[in-house]
């Protein structure tokens, strides 16, 4: 019994790698569809079951996402974990100044770089990306809804222009660090957000590297600046 159930572990996850390069291969992107479970099977040569539990565990490791009634996607969160940071085990996040300052820190120290690099580095299609997501934040602001996730696409969308893929997937985790875990600024400056990405994005557009560095710079001290005020009230 034993013997069989190291098996079947080892099928699913040689089943998980053949997955993963099924995504790879095919250049597919977040948000991309996966063939069905059946398709799997077939093209795997292994019982529903097996790919049933790869799916899962694909799932659990933030590779895939299922979607109840339309089918199996590629994930947005790229395989990251979701506090790989280790953010909860530093004191009380809410409540802790210091580590909200050190994750500013973090981004104060590359943002602005990465921002140069994709004035110079962003192709005319990311570039084209990059100014849309811009315009999503601004419309969900304007809305009053909820644009956190959005906002992060879009510093995901510049990191990408930057030509650096570590970078493209470290900067969502700072991010989504920041915003699981720290509630920066109460949202004082909502309004700065899409005026100050805005002038982000436009001089990433016009190849400026310089004015694309000083926004983000910008743009971050709002964020401190309203952070300090927020922490000062209580």
Do not use: W
Not at 143 to 157: M, S, T, V
């Amino acid at each position: 019994m034993e013997r069989k159930k190291q098996f079947g572990n080892l099928l699913t996850r040689t089943v998980e790698k053949k997955i993963i390069n099924i995504i790879k291969e095919n250049k597919m992107q977040p948000g991309d569809k996966l063939k069905n479970e059946y398709e799997l099977a077939e093209l795997l040569e292994v019982g529903r079951g097996t790919i049933r539990e790869a799916i899962k565990s694909l799932v659990s490791r933030n590779i895939l996402e299922v979607r109840q009634g339309a089918g199996t996607f590629v994930s947005n969160k790229n395989g990251i974990p979701e506090d790989p940071l280790g953010l909860t085990f530093i004191g009380d996040i809410k409540d802790n100044k210091n580590v909200a300052m050190d994750l500013l820190d973090i981004r104060l120290m590359l943002e602005p770089e990465i921002a140069a690099m994709a004035a110079v580095k962003g192709t005319v299609k990311q570039i084209k990306s990059m100014l849309v997501q811009c315009k999503i934040v601004e419309e969900l602001i304007k809305k009053g809804e909820d644009y956190r996730e959005a906002d992060i696409l879009f510093h995901k969308r510049i990191a990408q222009c930057s030509g650096n893929r570590v970078m493209e997937n470290l900067i969502p985790i700072i991010n989504s660090s920041v915003s699981l875990t720290i509630n920066l600024t109460e949202d004082i400056f909502r309004e700065n957000t899409y005026i100050e990405h805005r002038a982000v994005a436009e001089a990433i557009a016009s190849g400026d590297s310089l004015g694309a560095k000083c926004a983000m710079i910008v743009h971050l001290n709002t964020n401190r600046r309203g952070m300090e005020k927020n922490f000062s009230q209580k």
